[in-house]
């Protein structure tokens, strides 16, 4: 008689882990490759790759910066469609540069991570996931970005409705919406897309609005096959358009540096609102009380328009609750309903999302308690008493203004530099120091003074107490500057009295065991 045994999990021990198999995440482990550092691996919480471009699939859903901008500078793509590339494109886009890189390999899929914890006698990340993986790793790379977790609204009776249900993140394409009765909560960056495609299919459209947003006409020319053809023989031609292209979003961030600027933008566009809807009450509705960049502005031709149509109607009562067949508004009219729309964005504050996280740097820190007034770090890169950890788009990376991927890149080039600097010195790890991350966050408090940021909105820029957080308040090639290389000056390097047993990866449970034992083990 024989006794079955549980399979003990196995236990992976890299150079460099990486957190999420988006934009950012795949940079970082093509960076790696080109610097011939081969001893990594991405942990991704999902099935496939593409991260915000795999999971928001809705109908209209599409980049809101150029084609040529959101994507990678060492890997160019000569024939996007348009100027404004639509959300299969880019996620095609993904999955060739994987494809091309032969990352799929290096990528452990459903594994999304639980706990990471810094084992001071090692010098080394004990990182685990929910797939019940363990990974031992020198650096490991946080890169799942500000936009994985849909928001979900806390609103009274909404468990309770019997219609559909569905968040813009998780769309059902399998539910048909021809001729439903219809609620879209919500009127950011994602609604201003599905609700244009949306509206001549249904029976009847009720857009819930709590707030306007500033929309800018969106450019929506094609490119031509000639374009195409230049881009792809002629290849500068391409770094030329990219360029002039960088310039152009850069160039919008002095209406937002000077709020005078963006007033004048704001009588621009409230002529514009007037002349894409027709009923003055409600381009007084659809018409933004506050400054023009404030929050982040969106860009549709196709959204101001939608609310002519006379199955589509905007509503500005405020939601009291739900019932089983409907929406209840505070003037106590009931609108009955077959689907419910959740266009509420995502959990951006780390502190919210990776509340249940376990995050343990050196000394027992954990974020959940250093991030308890609001989330920093050192140009969203590194945070004190966290050594040998690094973040993409963190604190105060964030724009309102140009391609985030710009961002990612310079951010990725620093992890680099700082991964070779720990090699460089001989030492276990680097740890940023907590007077510098200081400096850096007093900086950024006072760039956003006097901007746009700081004009008296509430936007997901900010924290619950109105902190902003999120924003990066210069020029991106500010950034890129500063972020070009290390000063050494701002961080100590720590060297480990005992060192890890090194093995290769995919190393058996039972001598994982004893590695670890003889490691100290997680702490």
């Given at each position: 008689?024989?006794?079955?045994?549980?399979?003990?999990?196995?236990?992976?021990?890299v150079?460099?882990?990486?957190?999420?198999?988006?934009?950012?995440?795949?940079?970082?482990?093509?960076?790696?490759?080109?610097?011939?550092?081969?001893?990594?691996?991405?942990?991704?919480?999902?099935?496939?790759?593409?991260?915000?471009?795999?999971?928001?699939?809705?109908?209209?859903?599409?980049?809101?910066?150029?084609?040529?901008?959101?994507s990678?500078?060492?890997?160019?793509?000569?024939?996007?469609?348009?100027r404004?590339?639509?959300?299969?494109?880019?996620q095609?886009?993904i999955?060739?540069?994987?494809?091309?890189?032969?990352l799929?390999?290096?990528?452990?899929?459903?594994?999304?991570v639980?706990?990471?914890?810094?084992?001071?006698?090692?010098?080394?990340?004990?990182?685990?996931?929910a797939?019940?993986?363990?990974?031992?790793?020198?650096?490991?790379?946080?890169?799942?970005?500000?936009?994985?977790?849909?928001?979900?609204?806390?609103?009274?009776?909404?468990?309770t409705?019997?219609?559909?249900?569905?968040?813009?993140?998780?769309?059902?394409?399998?539910?048909?919406?021809?001729?439903?009765?219809?609620?879209?909560?919500?009127?950011?960056?994602?609604?201003?897309?599905?609700?244009?495609?949306?509206?001549?299919?249904?029976?009847?459209?009720?857009?819930?609005?709590?707030?306007?947003?500033?929309?800018?006409?969106?450019?929506?020319?094609?490119?031509?096959?000639?374009?195409?053809?230049?881009?792809?023989?002629?290849?500068?031609?391409?770094?030329?358009?990219?360029?002039?292209?960088?310039?152009?979003?850069?160039?919008?961030?002095?209406?937002?540096l000077?709020?005078?600027?963006?007033?004048?933008?704001?009588?621009?566009?409230?002529?514009?609102?007037?002349?894409q809807?027709?009923?003055?009450?409600?381009?007084?509705?659809?018409?933004?009380?506050?400054?023009?960049?404030?929050?982040?502005?969106?860009?549709?031709?196709?959204?101001?328009?939608?609310?002519?149509?006379?199955?589509?109607?905007?509503?500005?009562?405020?939601?009291?609750?739900?019932?089983?067949?409907?929406?209840?508004?505070?003037?106590?009219?009931e609108?009955?309903?077959?689907?419910?729309?959740?266009?509420?964005?995502?959990?951006?504050?780390?502190?919210?999302?990776?509340?249940?996280?376990?995050l343990?740097?050196?000394?027992?820190?954990?974020?959940?308690?250093?991030?308890?007034?609001?989330p920093?770090?050192?140009?969203?890169?590194?945070?004190?008493?966290?050594?040998?950890?690094?973040?993409?788009?963190?604190?105060?990376?964030?724009?309102?203004?140009?391609?985030?991927?710009?961002?990612?890149?310079?951010?990725?080039?620093?992890?680099?530099?700082?991964?070779?600097?720990?090699?460089?010195?001989?030492?276990?790890?680097?740890?940023?120091?907590?007077?510098?991350?200081?400096?850096?966050?007093?900086?950024m408090?006072?760039?956003?003074?006097?901007?746009?940021?700081?004009?008296?909105?509430?936007?997901?820029?900010?924290?619950?107490?109105?902190?902003?957080?999120?924003?990066?308040?210069?020029?991106?090639?500010?950034?890129?500057?500063?972020?070009?290389?290390?000063?050494?000056?701002?961080?100590?390097?720590?060297?480990?009295?005992?060192?890890?047993?090194?093995?290769?990866?995919?190393?058996?449970?039972?001598?994982?065991?004893?590695?670890?034992?003889?490691?100290?083990g997680?702490?």
């Open positions: 008689m024989t006794t079955a045994h549980a399979a003990a999990p196995v236990v992976y021990q150079e460099v882990a990486i957190a999420g198999a988006g934009f950012g995440g795949l940079a970082m482990a093509i960076q790696l490759q080109k610097h011939g550092m081969n001893d990594f691996l991405i942990l991704e919480k999902a099935g496939e790759v593409g991260g915000a471009w795999r999971d928001n699939h809705y109908p209209g859903a599409a980049c809101d910066v150029q084609s040529h901008m959101y990678y500078s060492f890997e160019k793509k000569s024939d996007w469609t348009k404004y590339a639509p959300w299969h494109e880019i095609q886009y999955l060739d540069t994987v494809k091309k890189h032969n799929r390999p290096k990528i452990h899929f459903n594994q999304e639980v706990s990471a914890v810094f084992n001071e006698g090692t010098g080394r990340w004990v990182i685990k996931t797939g019940g993986e363990t990974i031992m790793a020198r650096h490991w790379v946080l890169a799942s970005g500000p936009l994985h977790v849909p928001a979900f609204p806390d609103i009274q009776g909404l468990d409705f019997q219609g559909k249900v569905m968040h813009s993140a998780q769309w059902d394409h399998g539910y048909d919406l021809k001729g439903k009765r219809v609620a879209s909560l919500g009127t950011g960056g994602s609604a201003i897309q599905y609700v244009p495609e949306i509206a001549p299919k249904v029976g009847q459209l009720h857009v819930f609005q709590r707030t306007p947003a500033w929309v800018i006409p969106r450019d929506e020319r094609s490119y031509s096959g000639l374009r195409k053809a230049m881009f792809k023989a002629l290849p500068f031609t391409q770094t030329l358009h990219r360029w002039r292209c960088y310039w152009t979003n850069e160039s919008r961030l002095w209406p937002i000077n709020p005078w600027m963006a007033r004048i933008g704001e009588g621009l566009l409230k002529k514009f609102i007037a002349y809807v027709k009923d003055p009450a409600l381009v007084k509705k659809l018409t933004p009380d506050y400054t023009l960049g404030c929050k982040r502005i969106l860009i549709s031709n196709k959204w101001y328009p939608a609310f002519n149509r006379p199955n589509v109607e905007l509503v500005t009562d405020a939601i009291s609750h739900f019932t089983e067949t409907g929406i209840v508004t505070k003037d106590g009219r609108r009955k309903l077959d689907c419910v729309i959740l266009g509420t964005g995502f959990v951006v504050d780390p502190r919210i999302y990776m509340k249940s996280f376990e343990r740097g050196l000394n027992g820190h954990t974020v959940q308690e250093d991030w308890k007034v609001s920093t770090s050192y140009y969203g890169i590194t945070t004190a008493n966290y050594p040998n950890m690094y973040q993409l788009v963190g604190p105060h990376t964030g724009l309102g203004h140009n391609s985030i991927i710009f961002m990612i890149e310079a951010q990725v080039n620093y992890i680099i530099e700082c991964i070779k600097l720990v090699k460089r010195k001989n030492a276990d790890w680097i740890d940023v120091k907590p007077q510098a991350m200081q400096r850096f966050l007093g900086e408090t006072q760039s956003l003074k006097g901007t746009v940021w700081s004009s008296g909105c509430k936007s997901w820029y900010q924290t619950a107490d109105g902190i902003n957080f999120a924003i990066w308040p210069k020029s991106t090639w500010r950034y890129w500057l500063e972020t070009r290389s290390v000063k050494e000056a701002d961080y100590v390097f720590g060297k480990c009295k005992a060192h890890a047993v090194t093995g290769a990866i995919g190393t058996p449970a039972g001598l994982a065991g004893q590695a670890m034992a003889r490691m100290g997680p702490r």
